[in-house]
């Protein structure tokens, strides 16, 4: 292999992890905005006196979770998206560079479907 080609897939790998690495922080931001929105709609259901402070405090809690599971999984994203481009960068087999590409773009397609489905706040905001 020439030294133009290896060049050009080294920054086509970089810049495929910069992306990716983008992509989760864009994530990262509609998650807090997401539990953001439904806090607000919980603070202004109780000011209105539609749901009392239990079913308030229920809610927190349960989003609470789901809001600590969501980060774990970006905090997952985020290590293997950094780990898969030190590894790309760092390897010389052109065979596994092109496999690792692949397998963290399905990561990266796959997971937050999961994600989303698995998560009935996300899954109600999004269908409301």
């Not at 807090?32 to 009392?52: D, P, Q, V």
């Not at 690792?100 to 996300?122: C, D, H, K, M």
Request: net charge positive; with cysteine.
């Amino acid at each position: 292999m020439d030294s133009a080609s290896s060049t050009l897939k080294a920054k086509v790998r970089i810049a495929v992890t910069i992306n990716s690495v983008l992509m989760n922080f864009l994530e990262l931001i509609a998650y807090i905005y997401i539990f953001h929105s439904i806090y607000r709609h919980n603070k202004t259901a109780f000011a209105n006196k539609i749901l009392n402070q239990e079913v308030i405090l229920q809610r927190h809690k349960k989003n609470a979770i789901t809001l600590i599971g969501q980060l774990s999984l970006w905090c997952l994203q985020v290590s293997t998206i950094v780990m898969g481009g030190i590894f790309a960068t760092l390897s010389n087999n052109s065979f596994t560079n092109d496999l690792l590409v692949v397998f963290v773009s399905l990561e990266y397609l796959v997971v937050p479907i999961i994600v989303i489905q698995t998560s009935p706040p996300i899954h109600q905001f999004i269908a409301s």
